[in-house]
């Protein structure tokens, strides 16, 4: 699965973060479903081929951990994040957005509602 280092424009993070880039229905549909943690340092970036709020809605079925959810739009930009408590049915954003990130909680007061993302593809993958 490729990987991308992910950025953020507007503050530093407190240390790198990797994620995993999620494409295909069947990649979204698991997530980090069944899987008892992830690291720090690492994560899931969901991507759709268009901006939306239903597509970009995430499920926590068979998630044994709490997660930060972050989406953001087309220009990389922001749009909403939450704590997704495990188990907690759906979760959606309040604007339409075409990335999902999901990290630690601990990660997700290094991303603020407005902040510009970029992802950069690592080399090694």
Not at 8 to 37: I, K, V
Not at 87 to 115: C, M, W
């Amino acid at each position: 699965m490729k990987k991308v280092i992910i950025k953020n424009d507007n503050r530093s993070l407190a240390a790198p973060l990797q994620a995993s880039f999620c494409e295909t229905f069947w990649c979204h549909l698991r997530g980090l479903s069944f899987r008892r943690s992830i690291p720090n340092n690492r994560g899931l970036l969901l991507v759709y081929s268009r901006e939306s709020i239903i597509e970009t809605a995430i499920h926590m079925f068979g998630v044994f951990f709490d997660l930060g959810i972050i989406w953001i739009n087309n220009s990389g930009v922001i749009v909403d994040k939450c704590l997704a408590k495990r188990f907690v049915t759906v979760k959606a954003p309040s604007e339409p957005a075409r990335y999902v990130l999901e990290v630690v909680p601990a990660r997700l007061n290094e991303f603020q509602i407005g902040d510009r993302i970029s992802f950069e593809q690592e080399l090694d993958s």
